[in-house]
Structures are given as structure tokens and as C-alpha cells.
């Protein structure tokens, strides 16, 4: 069965980066793209970009350019979001979820989730 | 950005009844929206895409409808285990956006 699971909760101070990971099991990984989402607390979610698991291309929403990178490691079947100059209002859970070719932006599975709080 | 808009905010009803939760797009997505259904503590979970279409595992007593800016997602006879949040997304073009969500609560 496909599952997602991330890396732990973290706590930054302002002006720091975090990374979070995604380790993907139970589908061909290089054959999908992973995007990134987070969700603030009682907001709905935001899409935040994708990376395609197989060329290691990117694309990011306009609102993270700049200070977000997406990567993957196929050996480890995992892919990871860095997000830098970290600010209190990117306090969210961060969710991984695959899309697939046919469509693109589209949910189909998600991470459990990776809380991440940024506080002086 | 294509804005969604749900509707109502929150949905009180008993276990047994219907629920009809409306999305409405700010211009036309075509047939690309999708229904997810999140509880507390979870992720998201995929109910419906292409508008009408339900996921892998999801139950017959949910359907969705609709096409162009206004869509519709039905659940039939509310089980206690559908009391959760449910978001819209439109997919119509390459920055994906969510509705507000809806609320289905235990009246």
C-alpha cells in the first residue's frame, strides 16, 4: 500500500531554515511527482510546489520562490522541502502528497503530517 | 488565482440524514475539482475528483456533481464517521487552490 511518512515536529527561531522529509513506500517512485502543502491552524491548505520524483524538476508557487527548495533522493525513495528565512507565520503542518501524470495537481495520498512551529 | 468559495460554513445534522455542501469557483475549472475529507490531528483525504468521480475505497454514499464554477458534493445517509471538514480544490490551472470548507457536525 502506498504511504508517505515525514520527518518529526520542529521549533525554529525567525530567520532560521528547516527541512522536512518524505519517505515514500508501496508505488514506483520515480514515476510520480511529490508537491509540498502546509496548512496554518483552522486555515485550509496551501499548495506550495512539486517536484518530479523521476527528472528532479521543480515548480514552485510564486508565493515561496526565492526561499524554497525541493529535492528528492531516489536510492532512499525520499524526497524533502527546505524552507528558509523562516517567519512566524510559517507556522504549519507540512504536508507531502503525490500527484500523478494525469493529474498533476491532484492529492491522491498524504503524509501524516509535519508540524512545524517558528518562535522566538 | 481561481478563488473557491464553500458553502455553508457549518452543516448541522443527525447521523441517517443528507448533506449537499456547495463550491462555487470564481471562473470556470472545467470538471477539475476535487472533494477531500480531513478530521482532526489528520491529512486530508482524496473523496472525489474530476468533479464525479470517487476515489480508491470511498463509499457509494458519496457523490459529487457539477461542472464549470459550481459544484456539489452529496453524502447520502451521514454515518457517524463523516462528521469531519471537507474542502474543494480546483486543478483547473498550475497554482491548485482550496475552498474555506464546510463543517459537518453532529446536531
Known amino acids: 500500500q502506498v504511504q508517505l511518512v515525514q520527518s518529526g515536529a520542529v521549533v525554529k527561531k525567525p530567520g532560521a531554515s528547516m527541512k522536512v522529509s518524505c519517505k515514500a513506500s508501496?508505488?514506483?517512485?520515480?514515476?510520480?511527482?511529490m508537491h509540498w502543502l502546509r496548512q496554518a491552524p483552522g486555515q485550509s491548505p496551501e499548495w506550495m510546489g512539486w517536484i518530479n520524483a523521476g527528472s528532479g524538476n521543480t515548480k514552485y508557487s510564486k508565493k515561496f520562490q526565492g526561499r524554497i527548495t525541493m529535492t528528492r533522493d531516489t536510492s532512499a525513495t525520499t524526497a524533502y522541502m527546505e524552507l528558509s528565512s523562516l517567519r512566524s507565520d510559517d507556522t504549519a503542518v507540512y504536508f507531502c502528497?503525490?500527484?500523478?501524470?494525469?493529474?498533476?495537481?491532484?492529492?491522491?495520498?498524504w503524509g501524516q503530517g509535519t508540524q512545524v512551529a517558528v518562535s522566538s | 488565482d481561481i478563488v473557491l468559495t464553500q458553502s455553508p460554513v457549518t452543516l448541522s445534522l443527525s447521523p441517517g440524514e443528507r448533506a449537499s455542501l456547495s463550491c462555487r469557483a470564481s471562473?470556470?475549472?472545467?470538471?477539475?475539482l476535487a472533494w477531500y475529507q480531513q478530521k482532526p490531528g489528520q491529512a486530508p483525504r482524496l473523496l472525489i475528483y474530476?468533479?464525479?468521480t470517487r476515489a480508491t475505497d470511498i463509499p457509494a454514499r458519496f457523490s459529487g456533481s457539477g461542472s464549470g464554477t459550481d459544484f456539489t458534493l452529496t453524502i447520502s445517509r451521514l454515518e457517524p464517521e463523516d462528521f469531519a471538514v471537507y474542502y474543494c480544490q480546483q486543478r483547473s490551472d498550475w497554482s491548485p487552490t482550496f475552498g474555506g470548507g464546510t463543517r459537518v457536525e453532529i446536531k
Open positions: 508501496g508505488y514506483t517512485f520515480v514515476s510520480y511527482v
Open positions: 502528497a503525490r500527484g500523478t501524470a494525469a493529474r498533476l495537481y491532484q492529492f491522491d495520498y
Open positions: 471562473q470556470s475549472v472545467n470538471n477539475y
Open positions: 474530476d468533479s464525479s
